[in-house]
């Protein structure tokens, strides 16, 4: 059962990949039901530093961005999309996508999963073979 949570964004750790092939990007996990009351949703902000990336890859669950600062380049099924502040992206189920920072400035992206648990998105990346949750 799901119920209010209030969180702050500087109140939790920042996470990342274990290898660099994947994205260099950085993140925080906002809502999900390992660390809040949610049976619905999975939350939170994707920081992409000047040139940091998320690598293409692909992930049965759909996906929504906001954008909340900088500009970033959006590559979904091989279509180049540039991003700016207030704009919404809808990722569909099993599309390949892929994020850049190409600016000088830092952005940020609020994200959301229709699942309770962001360990249940399994990434599969296009370099790879196997998908992997992304706590591995």
């Not at 990336?53 to 970033?72: D, K, Q």
């Not at 892929?98 to 962001?118: E, H, M, Q, V, W």
Request: hydrophobic share 35%; net charge negative.
């Amino acid at each position: 059962m799901s119920k209010a949570h209030v969180v702050n964004e500087s109140s939790l750790p920042l996470e990342g990949w274990d290898e660099s092939a994947r994205g260099t990007c950085l993140w925080r996990t906002m809502i999900s039901a390992d660390v809040a009351p949610t049976d619905t949703f999975s939350t939170g902000i994707a920081y992409f530093a000047p040139g940091q990336t998320l690598a293409p890859h692909r992930h049965s669950h759909p996906e929504v961005y906001f954008v909340l600062e900088g500009e970033l380049e959006v590559t979904i099924d091989g279509i180049k999309n540039c991003v700016t502040p207030n704009t919404s992206i809808f990722i569909p189920s099993n599309a390949e996508h892929g994020t850049l920072n190409a600016s000088s400035k830092p952005a940020r992206i609020f994200y959301c999963f229709a699942t309770d648990r962001f360990s249940d998105v399994k990434y599969q990346f296009s370099s790879s073979a196997p998908p992997e949750s992304i706590h591995n």
